[in-house]
């Protein structure tokens, strides 16, 4: 069984930046494709960025590219998303999930393990 657990986030003013970190447990995670996620109060869960197994390609929503960049280090089962510039927009609780992938297709629905969620708090 999938357990990750996020950590990072925080209350930071507009402009400012922050490095989330998921680390996973109960397997290695190069067998799977890895995701961040955000929902906002009163909105839907969305789709931030994504990573394939071995890290060659991501994927990143429109409103977050050239501001966000999602990596993974496989040896350490840990998967980051650095967020720079950000903005009170990108207010929300942010969500890594996973899910098995053999192929280096990145996508972004259809996960089946997810965190518990970190705030993502920024102040105008």
């Known amino acids: 069984q999938v357990q990750l657990v996020e950590s990072g986030g925080g209350l930071v003013q507009a402009g400012g930046s922050l490095r989330l970190a998921c680390v996973a447990s109960?397997?290695?995670?190069?067998?799977?494709?890895m995701g961040w996620f955000r929902q906002a109060p009163g909105k839907e869960r969305e789709f931030v960025a994504a990573?394939?197994?071995?890290?060659?390609?991501?994927s990143y929503r429109d409103s977050v590219k050239g501001r966000f960049t999602i990596s993974r280090d496989n040896a350490k089962n840990t998967v980051y998303l650095q967020m720079n510039s950000l903005k009170p927009e990108d207010t929300a609780v942010y969500y890594c999930?996973?899910?098995?992938?053999?192929?280096?297709?990145?996508?972004?629905?259809?996960?089946?393990?997810w965190g518990q969620g970190t705030q993502v708090t920024v102040s105008s």
């Open positions: 990573i394939s197994r071995l890290g060659g390609n991501t």
């Open positions: 109960g397997l290695t995670i190069d067998t799977l494709l």
């Open positions: 999930a996973a899910d098995w992938s053999l192929s280096a297709v990145v996508r972004t629905t259809g996960y089946d393990y």
